[in-house]
């Protein structure tokens, strides 16, 4: 669970009553704040999950490249660092630098292959579930429900590893979507949270 989802979770168990006025409008703006962010991206990822995806493998290549950077730094300039270190940090710094660039002059293809691997990564990890499932449901409370789960995850495992950029897209698609509607949750919540409480004049 990210930051922002454990603080958005975490405003539904604060009573607002027994914060200040400074306490309440900085948790709605959080609140709005990150919602908007919320329904932006999933609109972008529902309406224009192509170009969203071109998006994130940019920021993937820009990250890197940062990486890189500070990898080099630090084997270069770094003092005290020793001679196996150094060489460790300037191997690092030059494969993330590598991986940067071809992703910044690339980011169309590199967001097909970044699918593709994701893709398959998912499916790998859905038939292990499944496969789990299936050895454990004769301990299960619901024989039936654990039988049934193993099989979909495999089944849907399976599929996923043979289209997994056709998967990926429909999961990107689907992650959209409920983007959208925690982001509207949250601007709602951000609205009505301490909402008609009246507070104590402090300047008097």
């Known amino acids: ?4 989802e454990s603080f958005t979770l975490a405003t539904y168990s604060l009573d607002p009553s027994d914060l200040t006025k400074s306490a309440v409008t900085a948790v709605r703006a959080a609140l709005g704040i990150g919602g908007i962010i919320s329904l932006i ?16 493998a940019w920021l993937f290549g820009l990250y890197w490249l940062i990486a890189a ?7 270069i300039f770094a003092a005290g660092k020793k001679a196996g270190a150094r060489i460790l940090n300037i191997v690092l710094g030059l494969v993330m630098l590598i ?17 593709t691997f994701i893709g398959i990564l998912i ?3 859905w038939v292990i579930q499944g496969v789990f499932a299936l050895v454990q449901s004769g301990d299960a409370r619901s024989r039936v429900w654990a039988i ?15 289209s997994p950029l056709m998967g990926i897209q429909i999961l990107f698609v689907i ?12 601007i709602i919540h951000a609205f009505q949270f301490g909402r008609g409480i009246i507070y104590q004049d402090t300047a008097a």
Do not use: H
């Open 41 to 56: 991206i999933g609109l972008m990822m529902t309406f224009w999950p192509d170009k969203s995806a071109v998006a994130l």
């Open 123 to 125: 499916g790998i990890l």
């Open 1 to 4: 669970m990210s930051q922002t």
């Open 69 to 75: 950077v500070a990898y080099l730094g630090i084997a």
């Open 148 to 162: 049934t789960f193993g099989i979909i995850s495999i089944v849907a495992g399976i599929a996923l590893c043979f």
């Open 99 to 115: 991986a940067s660039l071809i992703v910044l002059f690339n980011p169309a293809e590199s967001a097909r292959v970044l699918g």
């Open 175 to 186: 992650s959209g979507i409920v983007l959208i509607l925690l982001g509207i949750v949250q």
